[in-house]
């Protein structure tokens, strides 16, 4: 039993690290509670962690999509407040999803620091701007952001459904 032990905590520890990394591929809440609660629950969550007041508005949006873009939608939108938490400085956020008869237009937009777009390059993006922009572009939808230093940051994702 002596020498089990340590092979018994590697397994546990082993079982535990695979299921975060299943959790994380796939977040079991969107099977749970569908899209938009998800969202809800996210922004939730996180506004309790954080001192940035998040603004959510969002329209119905369960169904609308197949479970690998609600998969994509979600991250898109984990990585965007992401980035506000830890990029932003701001103590304000906005999360709007609104859907029209074609396509579903989210925007993401907070009152912080804010960059220089004209100067960012791709080089400069890192892999959450870039994931997110890619996760748009496997929806066939597209992402636009718009940043200064005055006016913080807003993106813009425009995803047909």
Do not use: W
Not at 24 to 50: F, N, Y
Not at 97 to 103: D, G, L, R
């Amino acid at each position: 039993q002596e020498k089990l032990r340590p092979v018994s905590e590697t397994v546990k520890e082993s079982i535990k690290e695979i299921l975060e990394i299943s959790y994380v591929l796939h977040p079991h809440q969107l099977d749970r509670l569908g899209l938009k609660k998800a969202i809800e629950s996210l922004v939730s969550k996180i506004g309790r962690t954080t001192n940035i007041k998040f603004n959510l508005t969002i329209d119905k949006i369960d169904n609308l999509l197949d479970k690998k873009s609600e998969i994509n939608l979600f991250r898109i939108l984990q990585e965007g407040i992401n980035n506000i938490i830890k990029h932003s400085g701001a103590d304000e956020a906005t999360i709007i999803i609104q859907k029209n008869t074609e396509y579903l237009k989210i925007t993401i937009s907070d009152n912080g620091c804010g960059f220089n777009e004209k100067k960012m390059t791709s080089a400069h993006k890192g892999l959450g701007l870039t994931g997110m922009e890619e996760r748009a572009s496997l929806m066939g939808g597209g992402l636009k952001i718009k940043s200064n230093p005055i006016e913080g940051t807003m993106l813009f994702l425009k995803l047909p459904y």
